[in-house]
């Protein structure tokens, strides 16, 4: 054998070897079914809204500023919608799929105001998997009985939602500055 071919022969079993060891890490650093393990995890319930909601907003200022009149619980979660009373004495129905497809797919909607007053609202639970993140926020809301009436309805909504368990990293692991610092000063 000539010497380029000796070392080609070299060179490729150094790449196989560096190619079993590399697997043989990341198998390492893998579950059984080839997710990467959670060395410090906690089990977490998760809540989804099986259930839809009709959410009443009023335009209190021109433009973009609304408050949360009245929301109600409806029994399809795909009809959920926002009723919308304007300053002009006009109402708008929209429905929140189409609010939920448009600002995934375009990065924006045009009523952007009145999406974060919702995402603040029972209507959060159509936004969002987890009802247990949906709060109401008060200050959405026109009228402290507006607020109170959202709030018992949460439980409502709790109440008949789907459970499942989900495996979330836990507090050593989350958040800047946790564990051993890679800056290369103060810590």
Same mark, same amino acid.
Request: proline share 3%.
């Given at each position: 054998m000539n010497k380029k071919t000796i070392n080609a022969f070299v060179l490729s079993r150094k790449m196989v070897a560096a190619g079993l060891i590399s697997t043989s890490l990341l198998v390492?650093?893998?579950?059984?079914?080839?997710?990467? /393990?959670?060395?410090? $995890? #906690?089990?977490?319930?998760?809540?989804?809204?099986?259930?839809?909601?009709?959410t009443e907003v009023e335009e209190v200022e021109p433009g973009n500023e609304y408050k949360i009149i009245d929301e109600r619980i409806i029994d399809e979660k795909e009809k959920s919608i926002a009723?919308?009373?304007t300053l002009e004495g006009t109402t708008d129905t929209l429905s929140l799929r189409t609010m939920k497809d448009e600002s995934s797919s375009n990065g924006s909607y045009r009523h952007s105001g009145l999406r974060s007053i919702l995402l603040y609202s029972l209507a959060g639970?159509?936004?969002? /998997?987890?009802?247990? $993140? #949906?709060?109401p926020n008060a200050n959405n809301y026109k009228t402290p009985g507006a607020y109170e009436k959202s709030t018992g309805l949460k439980n409502d909504l709790k109440s008949s939602?789907?459970?499942?368990?989900?495996?979330?990293?836990?507090?050593?692991?989350?958040?800047y500055g946790k564990g051993k610092?890679?800056?290369s000063f103060g810590g």
């Open positions: 390492q650093s893998c579950g059984g079914d080839g997710s990467p /393990r959670i060395k410090d $995890s #906690v089990e977490k319930t998760v809540y989804e809204s099986t259930k839809g909601v009709v009723i919308v009373h639970s159509f936004f969002n /998997r987890n009802l247990g $993140s #949906v709060s939602a789907t459970t499942r368990r989900v495996r979330v990293p836990g507090s050593s692991s989350t958040g610092s890679f800056r």
